[in-house]
Each structure stands twice: as structure tokens, then as C-alpha cells.
């Protein structure tokens, strides 16, 4: 797929025979193209399926997509890549009573380091990718409106957009829309009722 562009996120075989491919492109296509599109997913899927039969592999349906904004980090390059950003850890074998851990991303000499705070101070997981179960980054979402700024997302040199919060409405005074309903009110009134 490198030749394409893009590189395998992840792929998953479900028994009902869906056969998910998960694309991203290359980091050096990043800064040029954005995000993944509809169209790239065509591409790989017609690219796949040509792939897929002259192979003869055995599916029932392909589906072709991003990975999402909580993208996993299944090699050493997706860690490498994503240094410096938030990410969320699951450890195979508990430490210190619990599994799985959110925090930022470091190298640290062979392994790798989670910086995260406990609700009291910051601290350091160092570990390394044979004790890892399963990583993602964590989303880096702001749904605050039409007024964003943009801002990177996740060191890819991707951009979304995060709102400004919206400047409250002027508040205005009722009373003179009282009073003219009330006077529209004294208007209506109708003589010679069977109360009169």
C-alpha cells in the first residue's frame, strides 16, 4: 500500500467473513493531503479487491477506512510517530493494581515512558511494547461551533478546528413589549357582550 500512498493501520477478519482494512496515509503525505477521504478509501478498496482475487483469499465483504481519531499504535513507528501526544495504554499483566493508563507518549532510552498525573502529582510508567496489550491515542475533539481556530491535531500537521466561545446576546428590557401587547389588548376588547 506504501506505493500508494498510504500505510496498514490494522486489519481485522470477523467469522461472518468482513474482512476491515484501516489505512492512514504515509506521515510525509500528511502535510500535503490531510485527512483520510472517501475517495482514498475507494482506491484502496478497488486496488484490494483486484489484490484479493487474483490471490484467491476467501471474504464475503471488505471494508476500507480510516482509523479514526482514536488511532491505534499497533509498531514501533506508529510510537515513534506519536511521541509527545496523549495516548491510552492497556497493559497485558496489571501494574500496581490496574491496566490500563492515559498519558503522554516519551521515548525513554530502550523503552518508552507514560507521563500521567494521578490526581495528586505527575507521574512515569516506563515500559516497553511486549508489555502492551493494546494503544490509541486519545481524541483530541472540540465541539464549540463555528468560531474555531484551527489547531494541530495529534503532531501529524493535521488541523481542526477549536470554537471560540460565543459572545452572549445583549439582554433587553420586556417592559416596552408589554406594554404594547397590553395596549393591543385594551383594543380588542368588544362592547355590548351579554355581560354589558
Known sequence: MTGLGYELVDCERSAAGLLRVYIDKLPEQLAVGGFITVDDCEKVTRQLQYVLEVENAP???????????????????DYQRFAGEE????LRVAFQGRKK???VLAAEGEGWRLVFN??????????SLEEVREAKLVPALTFKGRNAQPKELHGTGETVTEAKKPKAPKKR???????SVEAAGEDEKVDGGPDQ
Not at 471474504?59 to 491505534?72: A, F, I, M, N, Q
Not at 495516548?87 to 492497556?90: A, C, N, R, S
Not at 428590557?173 to 406594554?179: E, L, P, T, V, Y
Open 173 to 179: 428590557s420586556n417592559a416596552k413589549a408589554r406594554q
Open 118 to 127: 494521578d490526581g495528586k502529582a505527575d507521574q512515569a510508567l516506563d515500559f
Open 87 to 90: 495516548v491510552q495504554i492497556t
Open 59 to 77: 471474504y464475503e465483504r471488505l471494508e476500507v477506512s480510516s482509523p479514526g481519531v482514536d488511532r491505534p499504535l499497533k509498531k514501533l513507528a
Open 101 to 103: 493508563y492515559s498519558g
